[in-house]
T-cell receptor, first 114, second 110 residues
Framework: NAGVTQTPKFQVLKTGQSMTLQCAQDMNHEYMSWYRQDPGMGLRLIHYSVGAGITDQGEVPNGYNVSRSTTEDFPLRLLSAAPSQTSVYFC?????????????FGPGTRLTVT | GDSVTQMEGPVTLSEEAFLTINCTYTATGYPSLFWYVQYPGEGLQLLLKATKADDKGSNKGFEATYRKETTSFHLEKGSVQVSDSAVYFCAQNTGNQFYFGTGTSLTVIP
């Protein structure tokens, strides 16, 4: 049982490049989410999903896309990277939307956009 | 809108000192309240939670009580250890979204 895994751990992009941050969980959790963590701002929700085929926007969705084709995977796509997207990104999952309190977090991806 | 405000750090304490980290929340409904801890280089881990007013969450010597009248959920520990050095986040959830505070960095020195 690996829990929540994220790849890559570190990434450097140039402005305008696109990339996908991968997130997977092996706990059969319905609810998955993406956060970004910036100094002095805590964690902010980007997108979330309450089950396969269902996604919704969080607090800061602009510049990011997500899809949920399987229960296990929840990739986050940066369409055209900007320096403002330099951040640490965390994926999290929980059993279901009404047990979202028991969230399990991945180790994070540190992204730098130059 | 819904939000969480927690005391800014960093906080530096000597081993065995008493810890308090303040947290207040703003919510339109009746949220559940949480404290998460983040150790260096890792993701967040749930430390404790409380789901209704007057509930007390506790874990690893840490405690926090859900105070509806003051909209607060302050984290306390009677005697901190070096291993408690981490960043602590207060959070609330209403429906299926979470709102986190900005985090408080704690360093405990021997």
């Amino acid at each position: 049982n690996a829990g929540v895994t994220q790849t890559p751990k570190f990434q450097v992009l140039k402005t305008g490049q696109s990339m996908t941050l991968q997130c997977a969980q092996d706990m059969n959790h319905e609810y998955m989410s993406w956060y970004r963590q910036d100094p002095g701002m805590g964690l902010r929700l980007i997108h979330y999903s309450v089950g396969a085929g269902i996604t919704d926007q969080g607090e800061v969705p602009n510049g990011y896309n997500v899809s949920r084709s399987t229960t296990e995977d929840f990739p986050l796509r940066l369409l055209s990277a900007a320096p403002s997207q330099t951040s640490v990104y965390f994926c999290a999952s929980s059993y279901s939307w009404d047990r979202v309190d028991e969230q399990y977090f991945g180790p994070g991806t540190r992204l730098t956009v130059t | 809108g819904d939000s969480v405000t927690q005391m800014e750090g960093p906080v530096t304490l000597s081993e065995e000192a008493f810890l308090t980290i303040n947290c207040t929340y703003t919510a339109t409904g009746y949220p559940s309240l949480f404290w998460y801890v983040q150790y260096p280089g890792e993701g967040l881990q749930l430390l404790l939670k409380a789901t209704k007013a007057d509930d007390k969450g506790s874990n690893k010597g840490f405690e926090a009580t859900y105070r509806k009248e003051t909209t607060s959920f302050h984290l306390e520990k009677g005697s901190v250890q070096v291993s408690d050095s981490a960043v602590y986040f207060c959070a609330q959830n209403t429906g299926n979204q979470f709102y986190f505070g900005t985090g408080t960095s704690l360093t405990v020195i021997p």
